[in-house]
């Protein structure tokens, strides 16, 4: 992961940490399938998903809400 796939404007606002409630934002990108259950105010992007299944899927979804 990392400025290989996401780019280095998008790392710069990167957060990486095990527990999310602790964190505010408008999007969690989360291969746990459970974790948008404790985090009701972000979206929840589920990493490996059928929607998202890797990171070009995840890029695609932020430039077209962009």
Do not use: Q
């Amino acid at each position: 992961m990392g400025r290989k796939n996401l780019g280095i404007g998008m790392c710069k606002r990167l957060i990486i940490s095990y527990d999310k409630t602790l964190l505010r934002g408008d999007y969690l990108i989360d291969d746990n399938v459970h974790t948008g259950l404790f985090t009701p105010d972000w979206e929840h992007i589920h990493f490996g998903s059928e929607n998202f299944p890797g990171w070009a899927d995840v890029i695609s979804h932020f430039e077209l809400i962009r």
